[in-house]
Nanobody
């Protein structure tokens, strides 16, 4: 089970940290990813982190502003978002997944319910 928290209303330029709490285990799904879906838009990938926390990846639009991290002792993955922009407004979801070597892609198998981030201009 994945539960997101930390969303809210902020002004442009401010910061926010989202948390994804995992419980019940995620099996072999050792990556945690963050995704977002803006109103009327498709869900898009934001960032991911592997089990150890040493491998991270970001979509280019957030690479210099967002930081993903994890604390396996607390079973949480955080997404620190700085210099927020109105275009970052979206429902943010965390997901647990794995890399499928056979098809060379990540498969996201467990999803949270999402947390809303609204950035006002």
């Amino acid at each position: 089970q994945l539960v997101e928290s930390g969303g809210g209303l902020v002004q442009a330029g401010e910061s926010l940290t989202l948390s994804c709490a995992t419980s019940g285990g995620t099996g072999s799904n050792d990556f945690i990813g963050w995704f977002r879906q803006a109103p009327g838009m498709e869900r898009e990938y934001v960032a991911r982190i592997n089990w150890s926390g040493f491998r991270t990846d970001y979509t280019p639009s957030v690479r210099e502003r967002f930081t993903i991290s994890r604390d396996n002792t607390k079973n949480t993955v955080n997404l620190r978002m700085t210099s927020l922009k109105p275009e970052d407004t979206a429902v943010y979801y965390c997901a647990a997944g794995r890399y499928n070597k056979n098809v060379l892609t990540y498969e996201w198998n467990y999803w949270g319910q999402g947390t809303l981030v609204t950035v006002s201009s």
